[in-house]
């Protein structure tokens, strides 16, 4: 077998976010300053904090907690059923905007968001690169940006502009943290 030619490839990846919106224990998204707690919105799965593994997942607890979560928010909403509210959100804005008659851009930028993610931003993290995952998604950021003023808000633009402002967070998130814990690893931050 040639050096370098691996019959089955194995490299890491990341699947898990190990972060997320801070729930609390019926899966309750809230602000981490004031505690203030969102209404009405409930975050279960990946998308949420819990606190239950800490700066690390134990293996295959990821859909175990989802499970008692989503029973605990179930139990809470039925014995605390919603009151009927006036509908507050304001109405989606497309007057006077263009059709997105260009889609490759948007493929386009999603898929070098995905690679700067994965290249940049990975398992195992430097400064420069992610840096340089930042100066990226600044410009992506403006991209979009420029798209979304300009056209009707389509399914992918929405969804790209979710993904590059998840991207930035969690770069800016990894250039603060001052040490390596759990899962988070930044060559730059071991120890000689
Ligand atoms: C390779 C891998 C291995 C894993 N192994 C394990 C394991 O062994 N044990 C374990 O406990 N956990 C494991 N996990 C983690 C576990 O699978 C996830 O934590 C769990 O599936 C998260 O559930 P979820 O419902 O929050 O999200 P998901 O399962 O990601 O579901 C989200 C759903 O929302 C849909 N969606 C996304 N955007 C939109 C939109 N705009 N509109 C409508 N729908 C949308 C998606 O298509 C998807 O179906 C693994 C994950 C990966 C990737």
Known sequence: MKLGHDPLPISPAAHYAVGGLPVDDIGRPFVKDSGEIFPR?????????????????????????A??????????????????????LPDWRADGLDNLSEHTPVVHDKNELRQTMTQEVGIVRRFSRLNRAAR?????GQEVDRLWRESIPTRSIVE???????GQLVTEDALTRKENCGLHFNQDLVKE
């Open 136 to 140: 990226r998604l600044e410009l992506l």
């Open 160 to 166: 790209l502009r979710n993904l590059i402002l998840v």
């Open 67 to 88: 499970v008692v979560y989503a029973a605990r928010a179930a139990e809470h909403i039925i014995s605390n059923p919603p009151t009927k509210h006036q509908n507050e």
């Open 41 to 65: 919105l409930f975050a279960i799965g990946e998308v949420a904090c819990t606190g239950m593994h800490g700066a690390n997942r134990l293996a295959s607890n990821s859909l175990l907690e």
